[in-house]
């Protein structure tokens, strides 16, 4: 398996554009998580899907922020509009939830910079 | 609220030394505890994980313990390489909610040195 997938790894954009950060989890896993990684707050849990639904977002900072999973293979990370205090590293993670305790595998990360 | 703190938050080793990594966290009531690696620039690497229940858990030269009701965990690395430099990240997840929701410590940044 090639592992959590997200794209695109750098994304440099101005300040008031619209930004969309992808993920695919690994086939088989059920639980995706979005978590936002900086040097002030370490990292920080966004929004976890179960089955493609949105179960806890209590971690989204702001309604600029928004996340979909319309498929079990596939999740975005929308900020519209942008600002450059959300430069920042966003992980996407898969997990198979099942009765068992099983480990959350992260993606390489989407560097995000807002100017 | 979950906090998870570790430390020390940086660590310079010679090659070859045993060193403990620690972990402590504020609310004993977990589902699971995992200890993680980030290179830089990188994303996270699963190193162990420990369910509620186990006293600790072993990969090859990593060690991980423990203690849930003093909210503590350590990581104890044998026989260090340089190629074990990373940041240490450990997390734990609630309870209730099936082990999702990972709260992270700030990590410990390793350094081994030749």
């Known amino acids: 398996d090639a592992g959590v997938i997200q794209s695109p790894r750098h994304e440099v954009t101005e300040m008031g554009q619209e930004v969309t950060l992808r993920c695919k989890p690994i086939?088989?896993?059920?639980?995706l998580f979005w978590y936002r990684q900086t040097m002030m707050r370490g990292l920080e849990l966004l929004i976890y899907?179960?089955?493609?639904?949105?179960?806890?977002d209590s971690g989204m900072p702001e309604d600029r922020f928004s996340a979909k999973m319309p498929n079990a293979s596939f999740s975005t990370l929308k900020i519209q509009p942008s600002e450059p205090r959300d430069s920042a590293v966003y992980f996407c993670?898969?997990?198979?939830?099942?009765?068992?305790?099983?480990?959350?595998?992260f993606g390489q990360g989407t560097r995000l910079t807002v100017v | 609220k979950q906090e998870v703190t570790q430390i020390p938050a940086a660590l310079s080793v010679p090659e070859g030394e045993n060193l403990v990594l620690n972990c402590s966290f504020t609310?004993?009531?977990?589902?699971?505890l995992q200890w993680f690696r980030q290179d830089p620039g990188k994303g996270l690497t699963s190193l162990l994980l420990?369910?509620?229940?186990?006293r600790e858990q072993t990969s090859g030269r990593l060690n991980a313990s423990l203690d849930k009701s003093s909210g503590r965990s350590t990581l104890y690395i044998a026989a260090s390489q340089p190629g074990d430099s990373a940041t240490y990240l450990c997390?734990?997840?609630?309870?209730?909610?099936?082990?999702?929701?990972?709260?992270f410590g700030t990590g410990t940044q390793l350094k081994v040195e030749l």
């Open positions: 993670a898969s997990r198979k939830q099942t009765g068992l305790n099983t480990e959350a595998f």
């Open positions: 086939s088989g896993h059920n639980s």
């Open positions: 899907f179960n089955n493609n639904v949105p179960i806890d």
């Open positions: 609310d004993s009531a977990i589902y699971n």
């Open positions: 420990i369910q509620s229940s186990q």
């Open positions: 997390a734990v997840s609630p309870f209730t909610g099936g082990g999702n929701k990972l709260t």
